[in-house]
Each structure stands twice: as structure tokens, then as C-alpha cells.
């Protein structure tokens, strides 16, 4: 890639484990793939002090337009793309790293209708999802009858309150479903734990999170990867079964692949128009 005027400049909305490791990415290959950073926020800025230098630091994310960000990523809560995700879109292409936000039905109707109006993209990355593109395409062209996701890890590896955390702790004995049912109901109850669900809710439009079941499993034999289950089914007995083991350190919310999703994710983002995108 040459030239500046063929850079895209990138905003990083949080500074996690997934924000650290976007920037760190950015800042070694960036510009090898024509990517320049334009802003780094955490809620918490002195989180940033010594890590990023203090001219990608952006104070206040409402300045975000002074920084002229051609794409915006957010890897911080799902609360993000609640608030800030219809600005953003008004003004550059939004992957939105935490896809459970879009199981409010109004942010999601808000996202589509200004993605379509701005004419930029609303990316959803695939994150641990096998075949969403597939799904997609199934989807568009009238295909899809039903949609299951299950995603199993072990009990220690999610980040539960509530009724869930309390069937995870009891999970450390034996393994146990933890939520069987539309993938709407289970987004809030595990915010952090179903962005794989969500983005199938995403890819399925038609489906979408009341249509596409979701099953949530605890299972203390799994210590060190998560697996990531598919079934989709379509006209005159057609389906499609898959299956995803992603090693995951002990205890990880994040499994070791995800990081690297999310960076094939990005690159994939150079502007798709007023549409979602499953990237
Ligand atoms: N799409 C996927 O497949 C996928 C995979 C992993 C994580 N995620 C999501 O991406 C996000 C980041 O993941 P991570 O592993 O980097 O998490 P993390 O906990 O390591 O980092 C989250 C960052 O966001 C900040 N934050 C937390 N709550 C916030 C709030 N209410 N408002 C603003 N900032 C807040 C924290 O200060 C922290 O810097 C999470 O929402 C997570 O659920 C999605």
C-alpha cells in the first residue's frame, strides 16, 4: 500500500486484552496494510499512560469526529454501541466488537437504518462463528429455516452473575446446560459470553435473535479450549453441522484464536456501504 491518501485511519474503543491487542497490531503492521491509527479511548485513561503516546490518546469520546477515524472499533461493552454506535456510523464504518449490544432490538433497527441512510458499514467481526458468511448468503437468498449455535467452555471460563453464575459454579462437578433457548433472552443474561451467538443472529437476519436458539453449556472436561457448534438446516432435509475447537488458557473468556480473528476481521473492513457486514 502506498500513499497516505490510501490509509485508513482507525479508532480503538477500548483498551482490554482485545484493544491492547489491536493497537499493538496496528502500531507493527499497520501501515503494511495501509491502516494508521487515529484514536485510542478507555474508560479508564490512565490505562493508556505509557502504552500509547499521548497524541493517539483521545480524553473524551465524544471528540471522536476530531480525529477523522475512517473506521471505528469498539472492544470495550456492549453499552458502546447502545450509546455512541448511530454517531459513529454518521461519520465512518463501525465494527462493533461486542454484537450482544444488537440483541436490543431498537439499537439494532437504529444501527441498520443509519448504516442504510450514511452509506457507511456496520461490520460484525465473525469472532469464533464458522461459516457466518455462509449463513449469510443461506439467509439472503430465503434458505434458512433454523439456525443453533451451542457453545461450550469450560465452567471457570465464563463471566457470569445471576442465576447462570450460580449453574456454572455447580458446573464445576458435571456438565450442564446452562441456557437452551432464543438467543435474545440469553444476550443480557451473558453479555461477555455469546458475541458468537449475536453475530449468528446478525448473519441470520431473517431468523434473527428470537429466531436463532442459542445453547449455553458448562462442561469441567473442556479445561483448555472452548468448542463452537453450528447447525444450520434449510429445504428438503439440507443442513450443515459444524463444529470449532479454539484453545483457550485456563479460566479465558477469550480464546487464543479470537485476537487474530479480529485483526483478519479489521482488515476485511475497507468500506462495504449502508449495509451489516459479516467480517
Ligand atoms: N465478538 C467476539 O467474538 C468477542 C470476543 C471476545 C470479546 N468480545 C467483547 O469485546 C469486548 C472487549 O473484550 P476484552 O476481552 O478486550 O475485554 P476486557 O475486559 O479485557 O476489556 C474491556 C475494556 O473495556 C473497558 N470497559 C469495561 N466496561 C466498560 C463500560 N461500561 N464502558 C466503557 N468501557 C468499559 C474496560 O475498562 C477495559 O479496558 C467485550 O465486550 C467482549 O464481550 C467479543
Redesign the pocket.
Known amino acids: 500500500m502506498s500513499g497516505d491518501q490510501c490509509r485508513r485511519r482507525v479508532g480503538i474503543?477500548?483498551?482490554?486484552?482485545?484493544?491492547?491487542?489491536l493497537v499493538q497490531r496496528l502500531r507493527d503492521d499497520g501501515l503494511r496494510h495501509g491502516l494508521e491509527l487515529a484514536f485510542v479511548w478507555?474508560?479508564?485513561a490512565d490505562?493508556l499512560k505509557g502504552m500509547v503516546p499521548a497524541e493517539l490518546r483521545l480524553g473524551k469520546l465524544t471528540d471522536f469526529l476530531e480525529r477523522h477515524a475512517d473506521i471505528i472499533v469498539?472492544?470495550?461493552?456492549?453499552?458502546?454501541a447502545q450509546a455512541y454506535g448511530e454517531s459513529f456510523l454518521r461519520t465512518a464504518d463501525f465494527m462493533?466488537?461486542?454484537?450482544?449490544a444488537l440483541a436490543g432490538l431498537e439499537t439494532e433497527l437504529k444501527l441498520r437504518a443509519v448504516a442504510q441512510q450514511s452509506g457507511h458499514t456496520l461490520y460484525?467481526?465473525?469472532?469464533?462463528?464458522w461459516g457466518g458468511q455462509d449463513i449469510q448468503r443461506m439467509d439472503e437468498g430465503g434458505m434458512l429455516q433454523a439456525l443453533t449455535v451451542t457453545m461450550v467452555k469450560h465452567p471457570d471460563s465464563f463471566r457470569l452473575g445471576g442465576h447462570l453464575g450460580e449453574l456454572a459454579r455447580h458446573a464445576r462437578q458435571e456438565r450442564t446446560v446452562l441456557y437452551d433457548g432464543p438467543v435474545r433472552g440469553l444476550c443480557p443474561l451473558a453479555?461477555?459470553?455469546v458475541?458468537?451467538m449475536?453475530?449468528a443472529c446478525m448473519a441470520a437476519s431473517s431468523l434473527g435473535f428470537d429466531g436463532v436458539k442459542g445453547c449455553l453449556v458448562a462442561d469441567p472436561a473442556l479445561p483448555d479450549y472452548h468448542v463452537v457448534e453450528t447447525e444450520a438446516t434449510g429445504p428438503g432435509g439440507f443442513s450443515v453441522h459444524t463444529r470449532r475447537k479454539n484453545p483457550a488458557a485456563c479460566g479465558a473468556?477469550?480464546?487464543s484464536a479470537?485476537f487474530a480473528?479480529?485483526w483478519s476481521s479489521l482488515l476485511v473492513c475497507r468500506g462495504h456501504g449502508g449495509r451489516v457486514y459479516l467480517c
Request: neutral net charge; proline residues 9%.
Open positions: 474503543v477500548g483498551y482490554g486484552h482485545l484493544g491492547q491487542y478507555n474508560r479508564d490505562k469498539e472492544v470495550a461493552h456492549p453499552c458502546i462493533v466488537g461486542s454484537p450482544t460484525i467481526p465473525s469472532g469464533a462463528l453479555p461477555n459470553n458475541n458468537t449475536a453475530a473468556v477469550t480464546g479470537t480473528a479480529f
